[in-house]
Nanobody
Framework: QVQLVESGGGLVQAGGSLRLSCAAS????MGWFRQAPGKEREFVAR????????VYADSVKGRFTISRDNAKNTVFLQMNSLKPEDTAVYYC????????????WGQGTQVTVSS
């Protein structure tokens, strides 16, 4: 029984920042994905449950930071130095197996970066 709800999306100018959050329950690794109009969904970042190990897509490395608060069952995505190409619907997902099999997904939150 896992439910995911994303929040924190919105409209921001290029160079600005946003912080997304995802409310979840259960012991699981967590990931962030995004999908731009007319394009396939792509991986953004991942964080483990036990040790907080992180993995980032090359396109966001150095600009985005994933973190979590296990006591509150919440995962965050801090996005800095945003670019127009970051515009997409952002989804959080849960991987109880720890094998990158994401069984639970949120409904998504829109992030729009203007030039």
């Amino acid at each position: 029984q896992v439910q995911l709800v994303e929040s924190g999306g919105g409209l921001v100018q290029a160079g600005g920042s946003l912080r997304l959050s995802c409310a979840a329950s259960g012991r699981a690794a967590m990931g962030w994905f995004r999908q731009a109009p007319g394009k396939e969904r792509e991986f953004v970042a991942r964080i483990s449950w036990s040790y907080g190990n992180t993995v980032y897509a090359d396109s966001v490395k150095g600009r985005f930071t994933i973190s979590r608060d296990n006591a509150k069952n919440t995962v965050f995505l801090q996005m800095n130095s945003l670019k127009p190409e970051d515009t997409a619907v952002y989804y959080c997902a849960a991987d109880p197996s720890g094998t990158t099999r994401y069984d639970y997904w949120g409904q998504g939150t829109q992030v729009t970066v203007s030039s």
